[in-house]
T-cell receptor, first 112, second 114 residues
Framework: SQQGEEDPQALSIQEGENATMNCSYK?????LQWYRQNSGRGLVHLIL?????REKHSGRLRVTLDTSKKSSSLLITASRAADTASYFC????????????FGTGTKLQVIP | EADIYQTPRYLVIGTGKKITLECSQT?????MYWYQQDPGMELHLIHY???????EKGDLSSESTVSRIRTEHFPLTLESARPSHTSQYLC?????????????FGPGTRLTVL
């Protein structure tokens, strides 16, 4: 089964509200990344958090990582219609093997 | 904006045809990847490469093949396309040498096999 699973699968909010997406994974990781994908396009890297970090910020994005619970969350504050996209978490496993596994994705719709 | 390109963007082709999806990057990255993604679904790694003359199969079994003769170029070939190959194919690249390094994606090729 997937290393990373996001929830919710889909989320619809009003512009200006905050959006929170969660990612759970199964095995120990070196780091976790979040990517955004606009409809029918490639993915764009948003933020990377290492296993020894607990929280990271980038603009309106806030990412947390709880390695004891094997979970991460992505918070987008003051959402905009342009944030409408699918969001994927991606985990890099421990053990030296440089492979990144993507989760199932959360579809975010921000209504103007 | 990432310097990674895919052509064609869209391809509609009949069953049995041979196709090659092109992917090139100008960032000098050693590692390159091919993912398959059905609409609204997760990405599945089908091929990756650590560098020139290196190719490996990914997590999802695929009838496609790849080659890596030049650092910047990582084409994917289907010898005989079938309707089950209909999907979006995403190419990506990253720097080698750092665990879990950031991947840069191309815009994708949407393939439809009739």
């Amino acid at each position: 089964s997937q290393q990373g699973e996001e929830d919710p699968q889909a989320l619809s909010i009003q512009e200006g509200e905050n959006a929170t997406m969660n990612c759970s994974y199964k095995t120990s990781i070196n780091n976790l990344q979040w990517y955004r994908q606009n409809s029918g396009r490639g993915l764009v890297h948003l933020i990377l958090i290492r296993s020894n970090e607990r929280e990271k910020h980038s603009g309106r994005l806030r990412v947390t990582l709880d390695t004891s619970k094997k979970s991460s969350s992505l918070l987008i504050t003051a959402s905009r219609a342009a944030d409408t996209a699918s969001y994927f978490c991606a985990t890099a496993l421990s053990g030296g093997y440089q492979k990144v596994t993507f989760g199932t994705g959360t579809k975010l719709q921000v209504i103007p | 904006e990432a310097d990674i390109y895919q052509t064609p963007r869209y391809l509609v082709i009949g069953t049995g045809k041979k196709i090659t999806l092109e992917c090139s990057q100008t960032m000098g990255h050693d590692k390159m990847y091919w993912y398959q993604q059905d609409p609204g679904m997760e990405l599945h790694l089908i091929h990756y490469s650590y560098g020139v003359n290196s190719t490996e199969k990914g997590d999802l079994s695929s009838e496609s093949t790849v080659s890596r003769i030049r650092t910047e170029h990582f084409p994917l070939t289907l010898e005989s396309a079938r309707p089950s190959h209909t999907s979006q194919y995403l190419c990506a690249s990253s720097d080698q040498g750092r665990l879990g390094d950031t991947q840069y994606f191309g815009p994708g090729t949407r393939l439809t096999v009739l």
